[in-house]
C-alpha cells in the first residue's frame, strides 16, 4: 500500500521494551495463533474471546498474537494458524488478507461474512453507485448547510464493487460458518488443529445464523 | 410382496413398490429431501436424495424397490454429490440466514447441517430476485426460492382446484409467481399451511416472523434427520 511511503509508523514498528529472553523463548516455541478482522462486526471476534476458560486448556501449547485479546495490529512474525473474520470489501481488506496469507500456514474463515460475503454481502443486489447515494448523498443525517459528497481521499480505503468471500481472494483451509458462530465451535477447530486432529465441526454445533 | 434389498451392504426386507426414501427411513437410513414429504405425491424436483441405485445415481424418492436392489446412500462420492446440490443451492439464491424468518424453522438449512455444508464450493452468485408483496396475507422473498414446486402442486384455491402458484421462464430466468386474486381469497389457515409447506423462507406470512427464540426452533427441538427416521407410517 502507498500508506507506508508517507512515514506512517505502525504500531508493531514502535520502540518496545522486549520481554524477557526467558518468557519469550517459551513463547516462540508455542504454536502462533492470530485472528483479523476484515469487512464485518466484530461478532466473530467476539465469539474467538468466548471460547474463554476452554482456551486455558490450550495455552500450554499456543500462543496467540494479533487478535481481539491482545493489541497487536501486525502479526510480528509467522503463523501456525490464522483465523479471519468478514469479507473482502475494500482494497485494504485484500492487502491485509494477501499479507495474512503469505504469514500463515493455515487460513480459517470465520463467520457469515468470511464464509460467503454476509451481511455486507447484502449490497451485492445493489449497484456501487446506488449504495454511494444512499450513504452519501440522500442520507437523511447530513448537517444541514454541508454540501452532501462521496468521501475521497488517498488514505481511505477503496470500495470493491462488491463483497467477496475471502476464498475467492485467497486460499482458505477451513470453514466456520455462522453469524457469529459460538466460541465452542471455534475452539472445537483451534483444539483439532492443535493436537493434529483431522477438523471436523459436528452438526450439532454447525449453524448458518 | 415381500422382498430383499440392501442398503449399505445391510439387507432390508421392505413391500415391492414401497418409495426407496421411506423404505431406508424406515430403516434408519436418513436420505435428505427438499421436495418430498411422504405421503404426498413424489416432485422429484430438488435431486437432494440422490442415491446410487444398482450402481446407477437416482432421486431415491421415484424409486419404487423392488427385489435384490443394491442401494448406495452413505458411500462418499454420492454422499458428496448430494452435497454439491445442496451447495449449489445456497450458491443459486441468496440466503442471509441471520436476517431470514424462517431460520431455525427452514428444511434447506437443516439438510445443509446434515450434509455437512460448511461452504459452497460453486461461486455465490448474488442473483438480483425482486420481491412480490402484492397479495394481502402474504409475500414471496424470491432469494429463498429452490423451484421445489410444492406450492406449486399442493396450493390450490379451495372452491375451483386451480394453481395459485406458479413458475415463470426457466434456468437462471425462473421466477416464482402468485395469482394475487386467488391468494387474497386463501382463508389465514391456508396461508399458514402454505408459509409453512415451502422448505424455504420464500413464501411468508405477513405479520409473522421470529416468534420462536433461538434455541427453540422447530429444528432446534427437534433435528430434521429425527423428524424423518421417526415418522413410520405403518
Ligand atoms: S458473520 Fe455475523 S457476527 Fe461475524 S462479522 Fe459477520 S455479521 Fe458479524
Ligand atoms: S431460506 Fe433457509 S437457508 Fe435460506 S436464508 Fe432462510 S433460513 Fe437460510
Ligand atoms: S416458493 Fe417455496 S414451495 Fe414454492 S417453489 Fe419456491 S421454494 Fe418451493
Known sequence: MSSTEKHEIASHELPATPLDPETQAARDEKIQVAMIGLCGCWGCTLSFLDMDENLLRLLEKVTITRSSLTDVKRIPHRCAIGFVEGGVANDENIETLEHFRENCDILISVGACAVWGGVPAMRNVVPLEECFEEAYLDVPTTEPDSEPRIPYHPDLPKITTKVYPCHEVVKMDYFIPGCPPDGEAIFKVLDDLVNGREVELPTSINRYD | ?234
Not at chain 2, 404426498?40 to 421415484?62: D, F, H, Q
Not at chain 2, 415451502?198 to 429444528?219: A, T
Open chain 2, 1 to 234: 410382496m415381500s422382498i430383499r434389498i440392501t442398503i449399505d451392504g445391510h439387507e432390508v426386507i421392505a413391500q415391492h413398490g414401497d418409495r426407496l426414501v421411506d423404505v431406508a427411513a424406515d430403516n434408519g437410513v436418513y436420505i435428505p429431501t427438499l421436495c418430498y414429504q411422504r405421503g404426498k405425491p413424489c416432485l422429484g424436483t430438488c435431486r437432494a436424495c440422490s442415491v446410487r441405485v444398482n450402481g446407477n445415481v437416482m432421486a431415491a424418492c421415484t424409486v419404487p424397490v423392488s427385489d435384490g436392489m443394491e442401494v448406495e446412500v452413505n458411500e462418499p462420492e454420492v454422499a458428496d454429490m448430494r452435497k454439491a446440490l445442496v451447495e449449489l443451492l445456497f450458491a443459486e439464491g441468496n440466503h442471509n440466514c441471520p436476517s431470514c424468518e424462517k431460520s431455525g424453522r427452514c428444511e434447506l438449512q437443516a439438510v445443509g447441517y446434515e450434509v455437512g455444508m460448511m461452504v459452497s464450493r460453486f461461486p455465490y452468485r448474488f442473483p438480483v430476485r425482486e420481491r412480490e408483496t402484492a397479495p394481502e396475507k402474504l409475500w414471496l422473498e424470491r432469494d429463498r426460492c429452490i423451484f421445489c414446486q410444492r406450492c406449486v402442486e399442493f396450493v390450490r384455491d379451495k372452491e375451483t382446484g386451480r394453481k395459485i402458484f406458479s413458475i415463470d421462464h426457466r434456468g437462471t430466468h425462473a421466477s416464482i409467481e402468485v395469482d394475487v386474486a386467488l391468494a387474497n381469497k386463501m382463508p389465514d389457515e391456508q396461508v399458514r399451511e402454505a408459509a409453512e409447506l415451502c422448505p424455504v423462507g420464500c413464501i411468508i406470512e405477513k405479520g409473522l416472523g421470529y416468534n420462536d427464540p433461538i434455541g427453540r426452533r422447530k429444528f432446534e427441538i427437534k433435528s430434521i434427520r429425527e423428524r424423518a427416521l421417526k415418522r413410520k407410517h405403518k
